[in-house]
């Protein structure tokens, strides 16, 4: 049977959708920010070696991979997803105050377990948030989803000069507070109701026109997206200890991360001039192949002498390896999942995200060990792994988007 009809609240858009959504991606990614340049030289500072801060990092993406699916889902059903939402992002804020105690590593390593239960979940429950006003209401995910990356890029920077002046113990203070804001505007989500579209087809028609998530198409592209965006853990998780290693400063360490993401956003504002009418599949080949061009690229830079102005470089294919990887996803997703699978969806692919990254981190500190920055190679092949799933989606891809 048909999914029950939108009640007249749910038919009215909320006054100023888009920038109460862009005020949560905003606040969102400040913490995220921090956290993914900085947190490792936090950890570094307080004495923990490679394999140790492979772990602290790792073994959280192993855990969120079963509860981020689980809670996305039970956003769902909920009666809206912003109150669980503003729940979750309160009690992150609560658990972020574990890393002030004595770190140890054991109390390190269970506040981070604890920690990413509740925090993981607050970006793909905002992407189904955002992506209910694109079905409903038009609104252009882009351009709430850039303040994500802007506000990243802003962390990116202020993260640094803090760090120069004032040390990596600054870190957990500057998440804590970034999750304090992201608490103020989760207060002011939108609210949207049940995750529910009405629906003038017929039970079978249904079917068709919004297949299971467990479908060839859906499941090679999650899966090629996961693995793509596996091959840059070695990246997230010791590039700044790489930067640091051979003499670059804080300020340096966190521009370059700003450049990264400044690539990103370009990527978000031009995205729809230069893609819009291009497949979705080609758009993740093309973030694919930027991916193996990436990692062939950046262990060249420091010994050919290209300093600075060579990671500067290597750090704009942040735009084609990551934000086309992004959008990519949230297309295949608005273009072939119903409204009321929504938040299932995200969180299929988060699964796969945070499954293929763990792992791809906890190997990365022994290579971190081993091979230095040439571990970067080794990202090489993982992102050809990826292309190939890539591949085998386009061969079973549907001849139609879902209809709305």
């Known amino acids: 049977m048909s999914l029950p009809p939108l009640s007249p609240e749910q038919l ?14 905003g606040t969102l990614f400040l913490s995220l920010g921090t956290h993914l340049p900085y947190f490792p030289l936090w950890l570094q500072a307080k004495g923990f070696h490679a ?39 309160a009690a992150a804020l609560l658990l972020s105050a574990g890393y002030f105690l004595t770190p140890t590593y054991s109390t390190v390593l269970a ?52 760090l120069a002046a004032s040390g990596p113990q600054a870190v957990p203070v500057i998440i804590f507070l970034a999750l304090g804001a992201a608490l103020t505007a989760g207060l002011l ?21 919004a297949p299971s998530l467990f479908n060839a198409y859906f499941l090679y592209f999650t899966l090629g997206v996961g693995i793509i965006t596996a091959s840059h853990a070695f990246l997230y998780g010791f590039v700044s200890i790489y930067w640091k290693s051979i003499g670059l400063s804080d300020s340096v360490v966190g521009l370059l991360w700003a450049w990264g993401v400044v690539s990103e956003v370009c ?3 031009f995205f729809n001039r230069i893609f819009a009418s291009v497949p979705v599949v080609r758009v993740m080949v ?3 192949i930027g991916s193996i061009v990436r990692w062939i690229i950046f262990p060249l830079v420091w010994p050919l002498g290209l300093g600075i102005a060579g990671f500067f470089a290597v750090q704009s294919l942040h735009s084609v390896s990551v934000a086309m990887v992004l959008i990519g996803l949230q297309k295949m997703i608005g273009e072939t999942v119903s409204e009321e699978r929504t938040g299932a969806a995200q969180g299929i692919a988060y699964f796969f995200n ?8 906890l190997a990365s500190g022994p290579l971190y060990d081993r091979l230095g920055v040439d571990g970067f190679l080794a990202m090489i092949p993982i992102a050809i792994v990826g292309l190939v799933l890539i591949g085998l989606a386009a061969r079973s891809a ?6 709305r």
Not at 58 to 83: C, E, G, Q, S, W
Not at 354 to 361: D, I, K, L, P
Not at 398 to 403: E, L, T, Y
């Open 267 to 269: 990527m978000f504002l």
């Open 12 to 25: 009215l858009k909320p006054r100023h959708f888009e920038l109460r959504m862009s005020l949560i991606f």
């Open 398 to 403: 549907p001849q139609h988007p879902v209809r």
């Open 286 to 288: 093309i973030a694919g």
């Open 189 to 209: 989500a939108p609210r949207m109701g049940r995750p529910r579209k009405a629906s003038p087809l017929s039970a079978v028609e249904i079917q068709h026109a």
């Open 111 to 162: 506040v981070s377990l604890a920690l990413t239960i509740v925090w993981t979940p607050h970006s793909p429950i905002a992407d189904s948030l955002a992506l209910s006003g694109v079905r409903r209401f038009g609104s252009n995910y882009a351009s709430m989803r850039k303040w994500g990356s802007i506000c990243y890029l802003c962390a990116n920077v202020a993260g640094g000069f803090i």
């Open 51 to 89: 394999e140790q801060i492979a772990v602290i990092l790792a073994a959280p993406m192993f855990m969120r991979v079963v509860t981020t699916p689980l809670l996305t889902t039970l956003a769902d059903r909920a009666r809206d997803r912003a109150d669980v939402y503003v729940a979750l992002v």
């Open 354 to 361: 945070g499954f293929f990254m763990a792992a791809v981190t």
